[in-house]
């Protein structure tokens, strides 16, 4: 989940990440499912919040099940202040914009807003890992054995979400044009791309039990070249083909499998099913529902989904800490820690 796309109702029409600041205190805000804490909150974070919160209540109307409602609270901590987040983390991981951190108490993420990086990218970039993290916390929310095709399939569809306050847009399934006969093709067409691995048999899909090592890759983007970067990255095939089923699901079935879908992912987090089990929820096996899947529509159309009743976003307020709540706060921080290693999230992305 590497590629970066300009979010439309991410309104970002803000200074610089990297702006002198005043001394301030640290700031607090919460929505449902969120605790907010910034030692420079600007325009900037509230629009990152924004767009987290519209991406929040459309996944939510999508799935309404409690499971996806993030209990108790994840911490989200804006650091402005360099000494601030290095005080959460030292040593800093080399290059770490992010560091997340998950325990059964609670899950947190940590944004170093100091790092040198192109300001017209930035705020996109922590847009994405918001995104990231939210998908995290929502599996975490399903189960202790998510599945690579659920991981990587849901953060596909949460990262590709376009929220405006009345409707919900995804961008094409899949680019790759050897799949254009997609929406069209006949059973014989999806053997040919059975036998030619540009297409997975929902067995080879469920199956894969363990995420991908690293590996390196290179990327280019217009503003200019990055050498390389430490990332996840597993056959395009296998990526796209999670987001297109978890698509195909949530939205292009519609009503017809929503409801075994949310109830099979939540099943498929908590142990692996075998083909009866599948069709226990579905009511088809996987040959059939397979056919269902490739007969959906074409790749190269973007999906959307219309919004349904008013929806008004309210500003979040920030309101102005003690200087006395640092001490335990951070003791909190510590103790989450000692549980297990922090994940820092080395964006290559922020130097040219």
Known sequence: MLRPVLHGALVLAVAALGAARTDAAWQEAAFPGFEVYSDHPDETIEALMANLRLVQRDFERLWPMPQVRISPPARIVFCDRLDDFLSFNPPNPAGAGFIWQFTAERSWM????????????????????????????????????????????????????????????????????????????????????????????????????????????????????????????????????????????????????????????????????????????FGKNYADMLLELWADTGPAEPRGLRIVGAYSLTRLPFRPLPDSWFPAFHADWMAAKSLGSPVPVIDSIWYW
């Open 110 to 281: 940590l944004v170093n807003m100091r790092l040198p990086r192109p300001p017209a990218t930035a705020p996109l970039l922590v847009d994405h890992r918001l995104r990231e993290f939210y998908a995290n916390c929502v599996l975490r929310q399903m189960g202790e054995r998510v599945p690579p095709w659920l991981d990587w399939g849901l953060g596909k569809f949460v990262h590709g979400m376009v929220c405006t306050p009345g409707s919900l847009a995804l961008p094409a399934l899949t680019t790759d044009p050897t799949l254009a006969i997609r929406g069209r093709g006949s059973a014989a067409d999806l053997k040919a791309a059975l036998q030619a691995r540009r297409f997975l048999s929902l067995e080879e899909l469920f199956s894969v039990q363990r995420m991908p090592q690293f590996k390196k890759i290179e990327v280019h983007m217009q503003e200019g070249r990055m050498p390389f970067m430490w990332a996840y990255e597993p056959s395009d095939t296998f990526v796209d083909e999670a987001y297109e089923f978890v698509h195909f699901c949530l939205i292009d079935g519609g009503s017809k499998y929503r409801d075994a879908f949310i109830r099979f992912a939540q099943a498929a987090a908590n142990g692996p099913l075998d083909e009866a089990g599948f069709q226990r929820f």
